[in-house]
């Protein structure tokens, strides 16, 4: 069996497929008799297949059954680091079990308890990555339910260095990225959590003046203002596709307005024109997609200082003005508040729209002081930087493991 491409230092030996089945003590299923007349609120923790997820036992949502029941399946217990193994939903996808979990039992899952010389934690990345996939993907049969069983389990061709101590190098190399991807995906929901709630405290609940949560040194009720007062739309040029160039100034489209919340993908670009200031856009330049199928929403354009782009037809601007701060005009129309406005006058059908007019009569209570408006902007424009932060350095990570995993085990 050949080595793989990238191989921790002092390891040489080739590597060597190995069915399953020969690394296990033994390979068994959970519980297959119904369970339901033994649930209770709390006694024995059971699993079920969609509590698997790829290397890591997903406990949010478990069962209990009763100890009278459980009694009859002593047999099925598990054990710390034993495999688990989904049999339906996705089948293959695979986890190891923790200590606090010694002794739970499971519903239907396959489970594989592995011998001393195989680490339980590199069977399982090896079975979660694309060669794992692709085995249990062949296996599967016709449409509906999808499913493995032990037989298939018995058969599944590991390739595993010989030696335990090179397993245990990977498995740690491997899980450590899997942790630090998990910490910086919490930290990113937690920010998102944290938002959530401070956008419903810190703006006015319906028919009030004044938020909840306010910063020190405010006491001032807040004011109504139409959105068009404050930061008018401003509509875009209708550039001549057949004049697209292959470099030149970027051209903002409606398909360069993404879904998490930046611009970018594939730009056409123009060549640059004279008197260009009623399309130009800048850094910071907050957008709308006008029509089509992401029709309301918003984006803001990150650029480099003084790098230029141009705003194409149907994506509309909306300009900054001495009447409010543009930070939280940023906020204004990524809220909720703006989605619940734009349900009312979007245009339905197989191109929906809305136009500057209707966005122009939006009403939004906000601070009377632009000092205050600022404040406001401003912390959610950082917990916004944070969360980016924090979901850029996951997806980061996931592709340095994404491209280990496939250096890191031999090709077949």
Known sequence: MNTPNIRFKGFSDDWERRKLSTLC?????????????????????????????????DDSDVIYINDEFEQKYVNKRLKRNDLLVARTGYPGTACVVPEKYEGS????????????STNPYYA???????????????????????????????????????????????AEYLTGLDNLITLHQRKCDSLKQVKKYMLQKMFPKQGEKVPEIRFAGFTGYWEQRKLGDIAPLRGGFAFKSDKYCSEGVPIVRISNILSDGTVGADFAYYEELECDESYALFNGAIVLAMSGATTGKVSVLRAEEGEKYYQNQRVGYFMSTDNCDYGF?????RSQMFIEQLSSVLVAGAQPNVSSKDVDAFEFIVPSSKEEQYMVGDYFNNLENLITLHQRKSDSLKAIKKFMLQNMFPRE
């Not at 039992?105 to 001393?116: E, G, M, P, S, V």
């Not at 979660?128 to 032990?150: E, R, V």
């Open 124 to 170: 399982c990345q090896y079975m979660n990555s694309d060669y794992g996939k692709k085995y249990f993907l062949s296996t599967q049969i016709g449409g509906g339910q999808k499913n493995s069983g032990a037989g298939i389990l018995d058969d599944f061709p590991m390739i595993l260095p010989p030696t335990i101590d090179e397993q245990n190098k990977i």
């Open 105 to 116: 039992q499971t519903f239907t899952t396959l489970i594989a308890r592995l011998n001393a």
């Open 25 to 57: 003590e033994k390979i068994t299923v959970g519980i297959a008799n119904s369970a339901t007349h033994a649930y209770t609120d709390a006694g024995v923790v059971m699993f079920r297949n969609q509590n698997i997820k790829e290397n890591f036992l």
């Open 329 to 333: 005009i940023s906020i204004l129309v």
